[in-house]
Each structure stands twice: as C-alpha cells, then as structure tokens.
C-alpha cells in the first residue's frame, strides 16, 4: 500500500505560477514512475506531467515548457512546478504512482484554479 497526499493547491490569477507538491508514504526510488494528472469539470482525467525512476520526463503539449515535474528521493516527494498558468489549467490535480506488478495508486487531488 502506498499513501499519497498532495498540496500547494490554489486560486492564482492567469500569466502567474504554482507548485504543487506529492509525498508518498514509502521510498519513491522503487517505483516505476510518477506522475501528476488533472481532470477539469465534464472532462476525462489527463496526463500532465512524468517522471520515471531514472529521472526521465515526459510532457504532454498543453504543458510543455510550462510546467515542470521533479522529484526528491530523500522526501519520497515529487513536485510540479506550473507557471504561466492559463484559465484552462483550472482542475483538481491528482498524483500517481506505478508501482508496476505492485500495483497503481491515486492522491485525492488538489484543486488549481487560475482567474483570468
């Protein structure tokens, strides 16, 4: 079982910036990957950003350059950083661990809402 509890959740004005921040209960090293995903109001939940155990990245276009995914072994904590922030970012923003064979598990999500 892993737990994952995200924060850094907010209101922000549209052109500003916002971390977003998701520890796990256990080591992250051993895990397949990570990721942060968002689902907006009457849309399907989306990939926004991974990050595998090798430290690979991978960005969808909607993001691309503007958000960036890392991750802190040591604090079994992985963080995502938005800037440039856009009235379509607004979402409940929800990590992700795969954990292979082990598994996938799912944070309750943190809510993001950019005011133009």
């Known amino acids: 079982q892993v737990q994952l509890v995200e924060s850094g959740g907010g209101l922000v004005q549209a052109g500003g910036s916002l971390g977003l921040s998701c520890e796990a209960s256990?080591?992250?090293?051993?895990?397949?990957?990570m990721g942060w995903y968002r689902q907006a109001p009457g849309k399907q939940r989306e990939l926004v950003a991974r990050i595998t155990s090798g430290g690979g990245t991978n960005y969808p276009d909607a993001v691309k350059g503007r958000f960036t995914i890392t991750g802190n072994n040591a604090r079994n904590t992985v963080y995502l950083q938005m800037t440039s922030l856009k009235p379509e970012d607004t979402a409940v923003y929800y990590c992700?661990?795969?954990?292979?064979?082990?598994?996938?598990?799912w944070g309750k999500g943190t809510l993001v809402t950019v005011s133009s």
């Open positions: 256990r080591s992250i090293s051993t895990f397949n990957n």
């Open positions: 992700k661990a795969n954990l292979g064979n082990y598994g996938v598990y």
